[in-house]
């Protein structure tokens, strides 16, 4: 049986007066009652009326969970007991009160308080949840606080909350809605106008966070919805697949820019050794005192620097590890030397961005390479992520090159080693690490070569041919199936690359099989010597 009480509050009013008009929680009959005797003495008469808008609904059958549900209006509450009668009656009767008395704001924050630390992107994904929270409003922004006075209670990090580079969006009130209620609308309405302010692949992204929540919600939490809103959310058309390709002018640039960074850091690192031991038992009245002595300190020693720094060439054996694993930047940076085999010439990851663990093969030049690089700290680049992303950007403006991310190396290594025309598909995937082979497809054309000298070998010899009425079709023994034939495109690729690999310190100045001069590792400088 059901029962229906109105919640909703009682309005006082009275006639050309609305500003004696007063409310009364649902449970204030009696302060209605003396209200309204306070506006008769006054010669006032009142009019009382209950508002319609919170109804609790209350059901207590046998054989049945007790259920609650309150609604904003007479007509829903009426609505949900019908609804919920029928189902009962006929067996089937989902109980989608509890998504009812949640908003998706409570879900965001159970999520990041126990989905996303799970994660290796739990860094991304909470930035980018707090913001939403952020900016829902003023109840989002009390929601985000409590959550990180709770973090700091359980001894947690939490995030610095004046670093913002996020685009921040004004629509994001609807989170607060019970989750039974958000719609479809809700969802695609916010992302429409957040195409306004980012990029569509931002906008993609996002809609798979807000889709894992509702996953989650749904699957592990037992959030019932009768349909779940993310499902009919239409994705924004975009394509971001990039295919820049380094010029031997430019990767020759950009390696003596980042030899010149190199030295800049071994001259600034020695220069503050001799700067430290020149003012070594000096003492100063000021620290503004301090800093003139040290400036002219340095001007003196700075010629002494650069002829006594030994450089540790960080940046350019990242350039090479680069382009001669095709290894991801966080698998590079991660890496620490117990992982490298020198002599099986591998280096072991243990995570990966797909979430296996994988083997690097490391070619003897890269090895060369390595061996030069100090081997007293755990990690092979002990110069961190940031450094890294810094000194690429500074090496491209100094080498005048627009437009080149250091994943674009990934691409060039994948693309040198299909241009040789001696790998095929699954090799590649082998090489770089893809789960998927479908990511490998846009390298299939460099692969057209092989082919080509495949077909030549087939049917040079007559016994892989066999000829039908004067057409020469390939035989089983040819070792060529129509799978290697349908994934090469109509047309080779032009030409194929002048070398697949670049030259070690000991080739520099070695000339290529067409005279060619390739790249050297370490770009020397007069008067530097190299670590």
Sequence with gaps: MATLINRSRYRVTVRKHPERTRHFRFDQLDAVKAHMEELRAQHFKPHVEQLDESWLVRFRDKGFKPLEGTFKSEALAEGFIQRVSEERRRGLFVDYTKSLKTSLADLIVRYLREEAPRGKSAKVLAYCLEGWLEDSGPTGVQMLADYRDQLRKDGLPVRAAQFKMRQSSEELAWIHKPLAEITTVDVESFFNDRLDAVKPGTVDREIDRLKAIFNVAIKIWD??????????????????????????????????????????????????????????????????????????????????????????????????????????????????????????????????????????????????????????????????????????????????????????????????????????????????GHRDLRMLMRYAHLCASRLAKKLDECFKDDAKVRRHHGRQFLNRAAGVSMSELSTAEEQPSETVAKAAVLATPAEAGAPSADGALYATNVIPFPGRRVA
């Design 223 to 432: 959030y019932p919805l009768a349909k779940n809103p993310l499902d009919a959310v239409r994705r924004p058309d975009y394509f971001n697949e990039r295919d820049r390709r380094i010029s031997a002018d430019e990767e020759r640039r950009l390696l003596e820019a980042l030899a010149e960074l190199d030295f800049e850091r071994a001259v600034e690192k020695r220069l503050r050794e001799l700067a430290d031991a020149e003012l070594e038992g000096q003492t100063f009245t000021s620290n503004g005192a301090r800093k003139k002595v040290l400036a002219k300190v340095r001007a003196e020693l700075r010629a002494s620097a650069e002829e006594t720094a030994e450089v540790e060439p960080y940046l350019q054996a990242f350039y090479w590890f680069q382009v001669m694993t095709a290894a991801r930047r966080g698998e590079t940076v991660g890496l620490s030397w117990d992982r490298v085999d020198f002599e099986a010439r591998t280096a072991f990851l243990p995570e990966t961005k797909n979430g296996r663990a994988r083997k690097l093969a490391l070619r003897q030049d890269l090895i060369d390479v390595l061996r030069d690089l100090p081997r007293n700290t755990p990690k092979v680049f002990d110069i961190g992520l940031d450094y890294i992303v810094k000194g690429w950007s500074k090496a491209c403006d100094m080498a005048g090159i627009d437009d080149l991310h250091i994943h674009d190396v990934r691409h060039e290594a994948l693309s040198r080693l299909a241009e040789t025309g001696k790998f095929t598909l699954p090799e590649l995937q082998l090489f770089s």
